[in-house]
């Protein structure tokens, strides 16, 4: 399908484009579902790194695609398969993954996406985030086995208790935060508790990545008021507040 000034734009860059099809899908709770796909060379192509995501194209009105960014979950290359999870919610994108059943296809544009591990690694990680990040939260858990964390998620629905967060017990704390005042609970909670938690702000790595009022007002919170070095603070928005 037709991609519009987006997909001209991402051709000048390089992007490298695939079709991914759907195998199997599962409704992890009312507002979350995780789809299994079938990669289409991707993965062989453009190698795996934590946190990876690709840019999905959605149907969209008058025959305009809708491009998404969706971070992959657990990505086999000698398979060639993956899975992606959604925070379903109204838009085209939700509406596709609510309907996706097997042989279902979706075009998928791999460019921008990158990750630079920290140097030296880090001795702790505090990571913000919620149902929209969650697989790149868990990506970076995974990419950091044995070290300590700290994971402030914030909970629009009450079925999202029941979201697979990948904690390690013994290493990693879990702290909910329902949703409440368009994310300022959320900056209050992490405000008042992350100093305690942070230990030396040049060893830590600090992850923020909910919506974009939210993570920007803590990225300079963490930045400016902690004084964590720019390097180690990985701050990005994956939604804006309706």
């Given at each position: 399908m037709g991609r519009g000034w987006e997909?001209?734009?991402?051709?000048?860059l390089r992007g490298k484009d695939f079709v991914c099809t759907v195998t199997g899908a599962e409704q992890v709770?009312?507002?979350?579902?995780?789809?299994?796909?079938?990669?289409?060379?991707?993965?062989?192509?453009?190698?795996?790194?934590?946190t990876m995501w690709v840019r999905l194209w959605f149907p969209g009105g008058n025959g305009k695609p809708h491009?998404?960014?969706?971070?992959?979950?657990?990505?086999?290359?000698?398979?060639?398969?993956f899975s992606l999870e959604f925070a379903l919610h109204d838009?085209?994108?939700?509406?596709?993954?609510?309907?996706?059943?097997p042989g279902d296809t979706i075009e998928a544009t791999v460019q921008g996406t990158g990750f630079t591990a920290p140097r030296p690694a880090p001795a702790r990680l505090l990571v913000v985030g919620d149902p929209a990040s969650l697989p790149a939260v868990n990506s970076?858990?995974?990419?950091?086995?044995?070290?300590?964390?700290?994971?402030?998620?914030?909970?629009?629905h009450p079925d999202d208790h029941g979201?697979?967060?990948?904690?390690?017990?013994?290493?990693?704390?879990l702290r909910r935060v329902p949703r409440r005042d368009a994310g300022a609970h959320l900056a209050e909670r992490v405000r008042a508790e992350l100093p305690a938690a942070l230990g030396n702000p040049a060893e830590a790595y600090v992850w923020i990545t909910c919506d974009t009022a939210t993570t920007r007002a803590l990225g300079g919170f963490v930045?400016?008021?902690?004084?964590?070095?720019?390097?180690?603070?990985?701050?990005?928005?994956?939604?804006r507040t309706p």
């Open positions: 997909g001209v734009v991402l051709k000048l709770t009312e507002h979350y579902r995780r789809l299994h796909l079938t990669d289409g060379g991707l993965l062989a192509a453009a190698g795996v790194h934590p491009q998404r960014a969706y971070t992959l979950v657990d990505p086999d290359p000698a398979a060639g398969t838009g085209r994108a939700s509406d596709w993954a609510r309907t996706a059943r970076l858990l995974d990419a950091y086995p044995k070290t300590p964390a700290t994971v402030w998620f914030e909970t629009p979201l697979p967060v990948r904690l390690d017990p013994a290493r990693h704390e930045r400016k008021e902690l004084a964590v070095p720019m390097q180690r603070v990985h701050a990005l928005g994956y939604w």
